[in-house]
């Protein structure tokens, strides 16, 4: 093996051997130092490209729920999960008032939250959620808040009349490990993964502490 | 995979002695490794070109200043991640006039930041990427699938070996030999070098 081809290895840590020697080589000699910046260089290509492909592709994921949605339902659970650094108010041709929710949703600290793959597929678990036409679970918990009742038409959607909550499970490209949340205002959005590989959400106006006694009562 | 890990960290460990004791050279060489890398996750994390360079420079500032509290926890490439997105918390709170002064005082190292280069990724243009990652998913299979699978998918050369059914050494073969391929493109393209 070459110091080239040392150099590759080195570079994704895969240098079966001392180091030391390359290091030296990498001072001593300018054509190494350069291949590895440019393959620092095609790194920062790919994964560019990658997060300019999955920006894309979220973005496609927000425009057709906006399409569907309300804006304000589709924003909140954008704001509640912090997914709004890339989008622009000005594409979606939208009110002076909704432009101005957006705008300061993404000045907000939750604004700032980084979008990576996970997070990716968590808003395309929540967007897949808000289309009510995917709801198809029919649960019965053994305990839901006080004053609230169960649609009977759309079973996993539950109401006291103002407040609103959904309850949904279904299999899941999301591997959660345990249980997570996220709460921005009245905006709750909670995921359980069970045993057997699906995700339990609990989206909507509801505590945390009530969306977990709603789950547990499900288990029972 | 578990000797890859350890193989890890004994090469970045030396890396880092080196930076410890004050070697710019090595300093050099850990900046050439990581800060595409880092500089492309801070593209991410702010969406704007200036906000990640100039937050990729005061990160490598911050690694040159810190290195000695490095422990090993974690890889070296998460340890300066973590310097990076703590110098981006702290940008956006300033900006939102909730300076909560986490920062020490990176700025008066004004010839620090003048010798830390700029990631060449900002010179490259969106149609260079294109070109660039056009000329990739055109390479020999063989080629294509053992990069993408190292560099989009983080795969250890033990596991792409297991994936594609190939030798470790074919794997480290493959990649290198993508990696020529690529930055010759690059070179003749004028896109580097």
């Known amino acids: 093996m070459d110091n080239k081809e040392k150099l590759s290895a080195f570079y994704d840590n895969e240098l079966l051997e001392d180091a030391q020697g390359l290091i030296k080589a990498i001072n001593d000699q300018e054509q190494l130092a350069s291949d590895l910046r440019g393959y620092s260089l095609i790194s920062s290509i790919m994964a560019q490209s990658r997060i300019s492909e999955s920006s894309k592709r979220s973005f496609k994921i927000f425009k057709s729920s906006f ?8 924003a909140a659970v954008l704001v509640t999960l912090g997914f709004v650094t890339y989008f622009n108010p000005a594409q979606f041709d939208l009110d002076k008032e909704s432009s101005k ?13 980084r979008l990576n793959q996970e997070e990716n597929l968590l808003v395309d678990h929540l967007f897949h959620i808000m289309d009510e036409k995917n709801l198809t679970s029919d649960m019965n918990p053994g305990w839901i808040p006080v004053g609230f009742s169960q649609n009977k038409e759309r079973p996993a959607i539950f109401t006291n009349g103002t407040r609103r909550f959904v309850l949904h499970v279904e299999n899941s490209e999301l591997s959660l490990t ?43 | 995979m578990h000797n890859s890990m350890n193989q890890f960290k004994d090469m970045d460990a030396q890396l880092i002695d080196e930076v410890g004791n004050g070697n710019e050279a090595a300093f050099n060489i850990l900046f050439s490794k ?47 991640y973590r310097i990076a997105i703590n110098l981006a918390k702290n940008e956006f709170s300033s900006k939102q006039g909730k300076n909560q002064g986490i920062t020490d005082n990176i700025d008066e190292d004004f010839d620090l930041v003048s010798s830390v ?77």
Not at chain 1, 101 to 113: F, H
Not at chain 2, 60 to 69: A, H, Q
């Open chain 1, 101 to 113: 929710l957006l705008a300061d949703a993404i000045a907000s600290d939750e604004g700032q939250i």
């Open chain 2, 34 to 80: 990581y800060n595409n890398k880092l500089y492309a996750a801070l593209l991410a994390f702010t969406k704007s070109q200036d906000l990640a360079e100039d937050l990729t420079q005061k990160t490598f500032i911050r690694v040159w200043k810190k290195i000695e509290t490095f422990r090993g926890e974690s890889s070296l490439f998460t340890w300066i």
């Open chain 1, 67 to 74: 399409i569907s949605h309300s804006f304000a339902a589709a």
């Open chain 2, 117 to 193: 280069p700029s990631p060449e990724s900002h010179a490259i243009e969106s149609e260079s990427m294109q070109a660039v990652m056009d000329f990739i998913t055109s390479l020999p299979s063989e080629l294509k699938d053992a990069i993408s699978l190292r560099e989009f998918e983080g795969k250890s050369y033990e596991e792409i070996a297991q994936i594609t059914g190939s030798p470790v050494g074919t794997v480290r073969s493959r990649i290198f030999r993508a990696r020529e391929e690529i930055l010759n493109f690059m070179k003749e393209e004028k896109i580097y070098g």
């Open chain 1, 178 to 220: 345990k249980p997570m949340y996220w709460k921005n205002g009245n905006n709750l959005v909670y995921l359980y993964p069970t045993a057997d590989g699906k995700t339990i959400t609990v989206y909507g106006n509801i505590r945390p502490v009530d969306a977990e006694k709603i789950i547990f009562s499900l288990k029972r």
